[in-house]
């Protein structure tokens, strides 16, 4: 069926697998990328979809309220698949307002404009909101796992950002009767990451021979999965979940911070053809990060069982194909970080 899904923060890490997955699976539809291009947002992530007949880039701010409805008007919006956001947890400790005008206001301006745009007329609407497992808190290290009847308690201005963003969305699913569907996942990992968050950076930092900063102790635990799979189970869940309800997803694959640390060194040096280990020299321990949460870990039994999501990488052999990713990418690690693509797309778009 012909469908016009508006996916916003398409040109981010999730969101760029995402749109290249639905454009490419689903021709019949029409993917709009809505994004503002944030530092964390990158048209280069997208280039072997964009010359695709299905596929239209919109820039544009989701604290636009004006923007947006005229976005939903133009392309006849069925479905909203909302992936844009703040999401750097440090980022979110130096600078909590952007996060809540982004995360909270931003999902806001989404969803009125969709309840003025469908006519409070629902039929074969979806509004989708991607979230995170760290709205649930910390865990102690126990056999404890996150499910969706967790309590929310987010200790970070990003986990608060994307709670209350969470709880605008049920808001208005139980006010308004919006068809809205959650998903609350754990740590992504693979390609097009920008380089802050701790996987690419320690790639990046390994190849560039710069310190490696561990926080604290280095004994945090969180869990990770592939991008991939997680763009799988968008998918999975946007065409088969039950409006209304929450899924979490997860990759049932729990590790201590210092021990995936030294993974990535082994795997790096030895991709980069250097003695396997000699980078464990840049680790350096540095002051631990304000309320640091100790532990995340998933419970996905629920899309497991009744929509029938595993992942479907072993974490080693994710972590292997995401060091060559970068190794193999090195001129999008550098351009990411000089801020040249920025130029080359204002350019391009004349923005
Ligand atoms: P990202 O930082 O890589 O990308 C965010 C994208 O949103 C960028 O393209 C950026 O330009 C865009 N954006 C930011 N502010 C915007 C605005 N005001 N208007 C329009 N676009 C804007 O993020 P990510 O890691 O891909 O995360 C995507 C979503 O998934 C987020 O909602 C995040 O909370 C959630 N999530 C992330 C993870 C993870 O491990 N990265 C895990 C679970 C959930
Ligand atoms: P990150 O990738 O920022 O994801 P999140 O904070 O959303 O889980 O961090 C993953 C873990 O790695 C987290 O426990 C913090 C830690 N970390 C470091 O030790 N050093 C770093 O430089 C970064 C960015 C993270």
Known sequence: MKKNVIITGGAGFIG???????????PEYHIINLDKLTYAGNLANLKDVEDKPNYTFVKADICDFDKIKEVFKTFKIDNVIHLAAESHVDRSITDP???????????????????ECWKDNFENKLFYHVSTDEVYGALEFDNTLFTEETRYDPHSPYSAS?????HFVRAYHDTYGLPVVITNCSNNYGPYQFPEKLIPLFINNIRRNKPLPVYGEGVNVRDWLYV????????????NGRKGDTYNIGGFNEWK????????????????????????????????RAGHDLRYAIDASKIKDELGWQPSLQFEEGIEKTVRWYIDHQDWLDSVTSGEYQNYYREMYKM
């Not at 307002?97 to 309840?115: D, H, I, K, P, Y």
């Not at 991939?228 to 065409?239: G, K, P, T, Y």
């Open 16 to 26: 760029s697998h995402v749109v290249r997955l639905f454009v490419n699976s689903y």
């Open 162 to 166: 994307k709670a209350s963003s969470d």
């Open 257 to 288: 911070n210092i021990d995936l640390i030294r993974l990535l060194v082994k795997t790096t040096d030895r991709l980069l053809g250097r003695e396997e280990g000699v980078s464990e020299k840049l680790i350096t321990y540095v002051a631990d």
């Open 228 to 239: 991939e799979d997680h763009a799988r189970a968008i998918c999975l869940v946007f065409h």
């Open 97 to 115: 307002f952007s996060f809540a005008e982004t995360n909270v206001m931003g999902t806001l301006n989404l969803l009125q404009a969709a309840r």
